[in-house]
């Protein structure tokens, strides 16, 4: 049975459907489906339109092994950090079950989260040219109007920023993909046929988010 929607619905349909897709089966991602997405990269908007994005496609399953040592080496330390400043632990502060809260903090902590990047069959390295005013906006609009249309295409997608959280590993990466000095790598997605669907993450409820002409005044009492 096909279900119509209108332009709104079906909008904002594929944004509660995306959610981060980090298990993928073998079945390669078509170039139409792939010309789809990055087409939808190239129609975000950029401060003063300039356009700073720019996009490595890797299929190499060398070279997306490589990308998933370095992001899982760089999620790995960035987690331990979050350990060792308790951050993480107030993070899972409500988990009562110890035996599951230890699990997840040697998970986190182990190197292993992120390096899953790898297993995706295409990665979309974005980088951005250094010397434009707003460029982590500019990639960051890029890659939420690709992850959509990854969703819209039945398709799954993970945002990546592991691999260029520390600067050591975006040396890495500039070296692994050739990247010139005046381009910063900025994050991996990964595109693939997803496994399973996946649970929705919780979000804070909008009456948290939203004031009243001035910070603090709540949008929902005040409303008329
Ligand atoms: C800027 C940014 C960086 C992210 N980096 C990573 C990452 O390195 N590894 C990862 O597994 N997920 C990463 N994510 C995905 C988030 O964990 C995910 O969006 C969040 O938990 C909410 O889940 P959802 O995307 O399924 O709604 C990143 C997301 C964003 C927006």
Same mark, same amino acid.
Request: net charge neutral; hydrophobic share 40%; with cysteine.
């Given at each position: 049975?096909?279900?119509?929607?209108?332009?709104?619905e079906?909008?904002?349909k594929?944004?509660?459907?995306?959610r981060?897709?980090?298990?993928?089966t073998?079945?390669p991602?078509?170039e139409?489906d792939?010309?789809?997405?990055?087409?939808?990269?190239?129609? &975000?908007?950029?401060?003063?339109?300039?356009?700073?994005?720019?996009?490595?496609?890797?299929?190499?399953?060398?070279?997306?092994? &490589?990308?998933?040592?370095?992001?899982?080496?760089?999620?790995?330390?960035?987690?331990?950090?979050?350990?060792?400043? %308790?951050?993480?632990?107030?993070?899972?502060?409500?988990?009562? *079950?110890?035996?599951? %809260? %230890?699990?997840?903090?040697?998970?986190?902590?182990?190197?292993?989260?992120?390096?899953?990047?790898?297993?995706?069959?295409?990665?979309?390295?974005? $980088?951005?040219?250094?010397?434009?005013? *707003?460029?982590?906006?500019?990639?960051?609009?890029?890659?939420?109007? #690709?992850?959509? #249309?990854i969703?819209?295409?039945?398709? @799954? @997608?993970?945002?990546?920023?592991?691999? $260029?959280?520390?600067?050591?590993?975006?040396?890495? #990466?500039?070296?692994?993909? @050739?990247?010139p &000095?005046?381009?910063?790598?900025?994050?991996?997605?990964?595109?693939?046929?997803?496994?399973?669907?996946?649970?929705?993450?919780?979000?804070?409820?909008?009456?948290?988010?939203?004031?009243?002409?001035?910070?603090?005044?709540?949008?929902?009492e005040? %409303?008329?």
């Amino acid at each position: 049975m096909t279900e119509t929607y209108s332009l709104a619905e079906a909008t904002m349909k594929v944004i509660l459907d995306r959610r981060s897709i980090r298990e993928f089966t073998d079945e390669p991602v078509s170039e139409e489906d792939l010309q789809a997405i990055l087409e939808c990269a190239r129609q &975000a908007p950029s401060g003063e339109n300039a356009q700073p994005w720019r996009f490595i496609i890797v299929k190499d399953p060398a070279r997306r092994k &490589a990308i998933a040592a370095i992001a899982g080496g760089g999620s790995g330390r960035r987690f331990t950090a979050e350990f060792v400043t %308790k951050k993480m632990q107030e993070r899972f502060a409500t988990l009562q *079950d110890e035996a599951k %809260k %230890k699990a997840a903090f040697e998970k986190l902590t182990s190197g292993q989260v992120s390096a899953f990047v790898g297993d995706a069959p295409v990665i979309i390295v974005v $980088c951005g040219k250094k010397d434009t005013w *707003d460029m982590p906006y500019d990639t960051s609009a890029a890659i939420e109007n #690709m992850l959509l #249309m990854i969703t819209a295409l039945g398709l @799954g @997608g993970c945002w990546v920023i592991a691999p $260029c959280i520390d600067v050591r590993d975006e040396e890495r #990466m500039q070296e692994l993909l @050739g990247v010139p &000095a005046g381009y910063k790598v900025v994050s991996a997605i990964s595109v693939g046929h997803p496994v399973r669907p996946h649970r929705p993450r919780p979000r804070l409820p909008l009456h948290e988010l939203v004031y009243s002409e001035e910070w603090g005044t709540p949008y929902y009492e005040a %409303k008329q």
